[in-house]
């Protein structure tokens, strides 16, 4: 089984300044996947960013980055430059066997002007 | 590509009735589709899943025969909500899985208020 750890409930950010969202997870596979999921309040689950297990080099998506320490099971979401549309609820999760998805409980993001 | 839509967005039924949910994979055939529920603030929770042509698998504490999901094609799934009741207004998001992917794409979420 699969557990994730988002110790962050709530968090906010000035406009165009850097934030950092935590996630930590538990899985007894070799072989999984790491994602970031984005709800804003349409409720529209949008894949943020992914990192296979097996990749050291961290992955980036513009301004979305994340910092994978595999040893420590630790995956934090950094965004740059926030902006005014990155308000929304971000979810952490891991993907290991059968394509099941486990999800944290979320970090609610306000980003203000 | 991967679009998945949901139908109704959003639906009201009293209590005692059934009500269905559709999830359409649009532009690709899902041979695995989850069903999540999700309460306000809470994060998203697996209740079934479902492989075409099979029957659902269903996590620890939801009722089999209270939420049926058929699984008939490699595009369209659905959930029927039956004897709703007040405490199973929710909102219900589905995810498809393309062939020999690993990765989930959701649809929009069925808001679903029982009176």
């Known amino acids: 089984a699969q557990t994730v750890t988002q110790s962050q409930p709530e968090m906010s950010v000035q406009e165009a300044e850097t934030v950092t969202l935590s996630c930590t997870y538990d899985?007894?596979?070799?072989?999984?996947?790491l994602f970031w999921y984005k709800q804003p309040p349409s409720r529209q689950m949008i894949l943020v960013i992914r990192?296979?297990?097996?990749?050291?080099q961290n992955a980036t998506e513009n301004r979305f980055s994340v910092n994978f320490q595999k040893a420590a099971k630790s995956f934090s979401l950094k965004i740059s430059d926030s902006q005014l549309g990155d308000t929304a609820m971000y979810f952490c999760?891991?993907?290991?066997?059968?394509?099941?998805?486990?999800f944290g409980e979320g970090t609610q993001l306000t980003v203000n002007p | 590509g991967a679009v998945v839509s949901q139908h109704p967005s959003w639906v009201i039924c009293k209590s005692g009735t059934s009500v269905k949910i559709e999830c359409r994979s649009l532009?690709?055939?899902?041979?695995?589709m989850f069903w999540y529920r999700q309460f306000p603030k809470q994060s998203l929770m697996l209740m079934a899943t479902?492989?075409?042509?099979?029957?659902?698998?269903?996590e620890q504490g939801v009722e089999k025969d209270k939420f049926l999901i058929n699984h008939a094609s490699l595009t369209l799934s659905t959930l029927t909500v039956t004897s709703a009741h007040p405490e199973d207004s929710s909102f219900y998001i589905c995810?498809?899985?393309?062939?020999?992917?690993?990765?989930?794409?959701f649809g929009p979420g069925t808001r679903l208020t029982v009176t």
């Open positions: 999760a891991v993907l290991a066997s059968g394509s099941r998805l486990t």
């Open positions: 899985t007894s596979e070799s072989n999984y996947y």
């Open positions: 990192q296979e297990a097996y990749k050291q």
């Open positions: 532009d690709f055939q899902a041979t695995t």
């Open positions: 479902s492989n075409e042509g099979s029957k659902a698998t269903y």
């Open positions: 995810s498809g899985v393309p062939g020999s992917s690993y990765e989930q794409y």
